[in-house]
């Protein structure tokens, strides 16, 4: 069975001050990595897919990378805008569902 | 408005009671998911139509879950004899079949409250 696991849970970072989160996962085969930004009382919106390993996505101020076992997004000179919970997310290569961690509730103070 | 519309945004229902909610997709978008997300959790996937084939439903989805695409367009999920574990966030999504979920739009969902 599909397992996501994004950590850490909750984040709160200065204005500027850069920071990376996290996510582990195990399937069987992976079709896609997936990242979105969830704003309260909204669905999610996506922000990137990494097909393999290796790839880097960038757009603004957040960088999505992935590894075999793991992704990470990193955010850079952060603003208050950026606060939201970001999800991560993998497809198999077996279905089109979409397997989400819990998700990093990042809080940006300005 | 060109996104995915769900009806109605709040739902405040007693156990027991029958529910039922409204997804309109994206013009054109062949596939539509339904997911499940209660506080402080990521979404978890309920069921998927291609058309208005209903192709994958997850084990999560109890008998007392139906979700129908009649003609293809428009999706209803409908929960009978609803209980306080309902009580959730239900999320709507199309994409097209080319583009797969790259191209997956979120509606802005259902917050149903089971009292």
């Known amino acids: 069975e599909d397992q996501v696991t994004q950590s850490p849970e909750a984040l709160r970072l200065q204005e500027g001050e850069s920071s990376s989160l996290n996510c582990s996962y195990t399937v069987s085969g992976l079709r896609g990595l997936f990242w979105y930004r969830q704003d309260p009382g909204k669905g999610p919106e996506f922000l990137f897919t990494?097909?393999?390993a290796g790839e880097e996505k960038e757009k603004e101020r957040l960088k999505a990378t992935l590894t075999k076992k793991e992704s990470f997004l990193h955010i850079t000179a952060p603003k208050p805008e950026d606060s939201a919970t970001y999800l991560c997310a993998v497809e198999e290569t077996s279905g089109s569902r979409l397997t989400f961690g819990e998700g990093t509730q990042l809080t940006v103070n300005p | 408005d060109t996104g995915v519309s769900q009806d109605p945004r709040h739902k405040i229902t007693k156990r027991g009671q029958n529910v039922t909610f409204r997804c309109d997709p994206i013009s054109e978008h062949n596939r539509l998911y339904w997911y499940r997300q209660t506080l402080g959790q990521g979404p978890e996937f309920l069921t998927y139509?291609?058309?208005?084939?209903?192709?994958?439903k997850s084990r999560l989805l109890s008998d007392r879950f139906s979700a129908e695409r009649p003609k293809g367009s428009f999706s209803t999920l409908e929960i009978q004899r609803t209980e306080q574990g309902d009580s959730a966030m239900y999320l709507c999504a199309s994409s097209p079949v080319y583009g797969g979920n790259e191209k997956l739009f979120f509606g802005s969902g259902t917050q149903l409250s089971v009292l």
């Open positions: 990494l097909y393999s």
């Open positions: 139509f291609q058309n208005e084939a209903q192709l994958e």
